[in-house]
């Protein structure tokens, strides 16, 4: 199993920056991926970044490229979310996922085994 835990959510205003921490413990992630999604109120959950493990390769959504970077420190078993110039249609939940293995289809949450437990960031305009 790979446990997940997020944390660096909060309020801020429109326009401001936040840095969000997923945390993994337990089995390796090996040659795997470590992927952000976030799920608004009445909406599908969605894919925002996603890193590989050991080659770093990045993938972002439309919607957040050139404001949002995803980073990785493979000692501290980290990944980061960098959000910048935050937008108030970037409220959601933030969940941190992973697999073991790198799915074909980046951005489908159901490629992802594992999952933290969310953490809110609210951006007010």
């Known amino acids: 199993q790979v446990q997940l835990v997020e944390s660096g959510g909060g309020l801020v205003q429109a326009g401001g920056s936040l840095r969000l921490s997923c945390t993994t413990s337990?089995?390796?992630?090996?040659?795997?991926?470590v992927g952000w999604f976030r799920q608004a109120p009445g909406k599908e959950r969605e894919f925002v970044a996603a890193?590989?493990?050991?080659?770093?390769?990045?993938y972002y959504a439309d919607s957040v490229k050139d404001r949002f970077t995803i980073s990785r420190d493979n000692a501290k078993n980290t990944v980061y979310l960098q959000m910048n110039n935050l937008k108030p249609e970037d409220t959601a939940v933030y969940y941190c996922?992973?697999?073991?293995?790198?799915?074909?289809?980046?951005?489908?949450?159901?490629?992802?085994?594992?999952w933290g437990q969310g953490t809110q960031v609210t951006v007010s305009s």
């Open positions: 996922a992973a697999d073991r293995v790198i799915p074909t289809m980046i951005r489908l949450p159901t490629n992802y085994h594992y």
């Open positions: 337990g089995r390796t992630l090996s040659s795997g991926i």
């Open positions: 890193i590989t493990w050991i080659t770093s390769n990045t």
